[in-house]
């Protein structure tokens, strides 16, 4: 009679579970299913061109895929040295009773939500980006040749590069909390050896600890690189939406792939035009989920223990 | 390990210095100072977004915020009571769908899972976790919006809001339920109660903490999404109860008060995000403060 119970409620929970694969099976066909027309009318054009037109019903998406590269890369050129310094700072140097507190802090950045930040940026980074920083890069290293022209150009204060800070203080928190598990799990004996050695404290970090770490490190910043891939809100508020073209320069207003869907989804009459913003949220899963994969293998390679992403 | 070293290496007196001793000192320091001043620019970079949601929301709250609805353009007053209902309502549905589906799914992992099937479902919710949100709106638009309902709903919000919050809850559910020692499901088993009974009877109500945990994480992140609302439950301007048309929620309330070129509601759009820091916040808090006292 208990067996028959038994049964039933294991079957019961493998149904809950079975679930999770059908919701992930389910979103890849139909996705796939709604953004067949488009992929099998613009095939690999949709990649390489840069004419997104819902009226003349041609659609070509690299400069949303362009858009979400830049503002990624920014992200990760700000965020890593913060992050991992960050980490370096809790796992390393602080007291416990100060190492708490600051991760602690640092973590509830990840609390916050993409909207907040999204007005946030709105009306208080992108301003200051505008008046201040800005126009202080394009007088500076703006001047340097090739360099330069990442920084060119007229200044609007909704663009590519302010999409990018706000992407690296939305994925600080995933970088420093990742990472310090990942220095968590570097051996004592790495440390030690080093400074029993005479080194300084900074020489065992740059010689012992980093490098054992590196593989982890790298996952960590994956992690944050797949979140800032699909991030909407935040960026779509900043990103200014606006240019079609592919230029140089971060201060270009430009899209995302995410921004793109979010500006254009209810907004789209014709079906080819919700295929093609369909197939841009295939693309963006496609990508996210490669990354994340790959970032998990190397975190999970290192620090023993389920990851919070 | 950080208290192992500067404590115990002894340091030569200055004075008497090797050759380039004095210059790895000061690179020594120098590299401390950065790294220290990292982690104090995390912190500020919070202490400066919290700030100033308080600064410039704390002025828009008053009673008619949580007591009315959204005045007409131009008009001065009005609150945000149909984005409150729209959020709270649409949380609830999506509690409803996400939280026996999470306990269902970690109850598999945790006490029967084995061989492939469970890790196909450890790997389907790694997936699910990381997908971007506005990649679970678009699906949902696709099979809710597009096809079963065939309009933009609350309960096709609400269904996106439970496939955010299902791996949340499902991974640190599991993640307790393993903590719970086997001497207990052993005792139970011994004493000739039935397996079902012995997890439903012993095993959670020991993890109850932890499974209210897992719940309210996954409340705290769902409560803040923004995009996949934005293409399932669109918004509405009135108070609306009825999950079947499409309703407002806060967050989708605060990307329209602020794009929009009037003053009062890029008030309106603070205070709805101090709002949501503060649940959000409080939620967070409160769950952390409580895992970090008892791992059950």
């Known amino acids: 009679m208990s067996g028959r119970g038994d049964r039933c409620f294991e079957l019961t929970a493998a149904g809950a579970a079975a679930a999770a694969i059908a919701t992930l099976g389910a979103l890849a066909l139909l996705l796939l299913v709604y953004s067949w027309p488009s992929i099998a009318r613009y095939g690999l054009s949709f990649f390489t061109t840069t004419d997104w037109d819902p009226v003349a019903e041609r659609f070509g998406a690299a400069h949303f895929v362009y858009g979400t590269v830049a503002t990624s890369i920014v992200a990760l050129l700000l965020a890593t040295p913060v992050g991992v310094g960050a980490a370096l700072f809790i796992g390393e140097y602080a007291p416990l009773r100060l190492a708490e507190p600051v991760s602690f802090v640092v973590e509830l950045l990840a609390v916050i939500p993409s909207i907040v930040y999204g007005l946030w940026g709105f009306f208080v980074l992108a301003p200051f980006m505008r008046s201040s920083v800005e126009p202080a890069l394009r007088d500076s290293v703006g001047q340097v040749p090739i360099v330069g022209t990442l920084f060119s150009g007229p200044i609007v204060g909704k663009d590519l590069l302010v999409a990018g800070v706000i992407l690296a203080i939305m994925i600080l928190p995933t970088v420093t909390a990742i990472s310090r598990e990942v220095l968590r799990a570097v051996p004592d004996t790495q440390r030690e050896g080093m400074l029993a050695l005479g080194a300084t404290k900074w020489e065992a970090i740059r010689h012992a600890v980093l490098p054992y770490a590196r593989g982890g490190i790298a996952g960590a910043l994956g992690l944050g690189l797949a979140r800032a891939l699909g991030e909407t809100m935040a960026v779509t508020m900043v990103v200014g939406n606006s240019s079609s073209r592919i230029t140089g320069s971060l201060f270009t207003p430009g899209y995302t792939m995410s921004s793109a869907i979010a500006n254009q989804f209810t907004e789209a009459a014709k079906a080819i035009h919700f295929a093609a913003l369909v197939e841009v949220a295939l693309v963006l899963l496609l990508v996210a989920t490669i990354i994340n994969l790959f970032a998990r293998l190397l975190v999970s390679r290192f620090a023993s223990g389920p990851v919070g992403a | ?296």
Not at chain 2, 33 to 61: D, E, N
Not at chain 2, 93 to 119: Q, V
Not at chain 2, 155 to 161: E, P, Q, T
Request: hydrophobic share 55%; net charge positive.
């Open chain 2, 1 to 296: 390990m950080a208290a192992v070293s500067g404590a115990l290496v002894a340091r030569r007196p200055l004075s008497q210095a090797l050759p380039g001793e004095l210059r790895r000192r000061m690179v020594d320091r120098i590299a401390m100072s950065l790294i220290a001043s990292t982690a104090l620019l995390g912190c500020a970079v919070l202490l400066f977004v919290v700030s100033y949601v308080v600064v410039r929301g704390a002025p828009a709250i008053d009673v008619a915020f949580f007591t009315e609805g959204p005045k007409p353009y131009g008009e001065e007053g009005g609150g945000v009571l149909p984005a409150i209902v729209g959020t709270l309502s649409m949380l609830l549905l999506a509690s409803a769908i996400a939280i026996p589906a999470g306990l269902g799914t970690a109850i598999y992992l945790s006490e029967f899972g084995r061989g492939a099937f469970a890790h196909a479902v450890r790997f389907a919710l790694d997936l699910l976790a990381g997908m971007p949100s506005i990649v679970i709106g678009v699906f949902v638009w696709s099979l809710l919006v597009r096809q079963v309902i065939g309009r933009f709903s609350g309960i096709a919000g609400a269904v996106a809001l439970a496939i955010i919050m299902i791996p949340i809850v499902s991974r640190t559910v599991e993640e307790i339920l393993r903590l719970v020692p086997d001497a207990l499901r052993e005792g139970s088993l011994a004493l000739g109660v039935p397996r079902w009974r012995t997890i439903v009877g012993v095993v959670l109500p020991t993890a109850r903490a932890g499974v209210i945990t897992g719940v309210m994480l996954s409340l705290a992140r769902a409560g803040g999404e923004t995009a996949p609302l934005l293409l399932t439950a669109l918004g509405n301007q009135f108070l609306s109860f009825d999950l079947t048309s499409p309703i407002a929620s806060l967050p989708v309330q605060i990307y329209n008060y602020a794009v929009a070129p009037y003053e009062d509601w890029h008030t309106k759009a603070w205070g709805s995000a101090l709002v949501l820091v503060s649940v959000i916040g409080c939620l967070s808090l409160v769950t952390r403060i409580a895992t970090r006292r008892a791992r059950l």
